[in-house]
């Protein structure tokens, strides 16, 4: 049996990403790229696993509710991914225009209504049997442990 409760640690996630978030905003707001680059780090780490165990676990079981509705979700990561990508890349650099900065924050911004959009699927996992959960949290714990992030997770093992 599951140790983890996939549930409690999903919306966990969400909370750590959204507070992350709201971080890099400020960071961006005052110009501190530094930190900006930090934070968004910790969160490529934090989202692999949790992006894993949505696309390999909680997706494909939620699609007896949701049918051809969780192909619009794999979408969304989609953008996400990319989105993540341009603004580590962006990142890199020691300073950035106002310009890049605002771009920046515009993405992180983008980045948070997935967040919320997400944790929508809690209350729909709240209508699957004791064993589906048991059996998702089986999972979200395999992901943890196997700790790949998210940008390296999109470039090597899923498949899209
Ligand atoms: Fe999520």
Same mark, same amino acid.
Not at 8 to 12: E, L, S, T
Not at 78 to 87: N, P, Q
């Given at each position: 049996m599951a140790t983890l409760d996939p549930m =409690?640690?999903? &919306? #966990?996630d969400h909370r750590n990403v959204r507070d992350g978030l709201l971080d *890099?905003? #400020?960071? /961006?707001?005052?110009? +501190? =790229?530094g930190k900006a680059r930090e934070i968004l780090g910790g969160l490529d780490t934090l989202l692999g696993p949790h992006f894993r165990f949505e696309e390999e676990a909680l997706y494909p079981t939620l699609r007896v509710f949701l049918g051809e509705y969780v192909d619009e979700l794999l979408k969304e990561h +989609?953008? =996400? *991914?990319?989105?993540? &990508?341009?603004?580590a890349a962006l990142l890199e650099k020691d300073s950035l225009t106002d310009e890049e900065a605002e771009t920046a924050a515009h993405a992180a911004r983008s980045l /948070? =209504?997935?967040?919320s959009n997400c944790d929508g699927l809690a209350i729909l996992s709240e209508r699957l049997k004791p064993a589906e959960l048991d059996e998702l949290g089986a999972k979200y714990e395999g992901a943890i442990a196997a700790g790949v992030s998210m940008l390296q997770w999109a470039e090597t093992i899923r498949n899209r």
């Open positions: =409690v640690q999903f &919306r #966990d *890099i905003m #400020d960071a /961006l707001k005052a110009k +501190d =790229v +989609d953008g =996400v *991914i990319e989105t993540s &990508r341009s603004c /948070l =209504v997935h967040v």
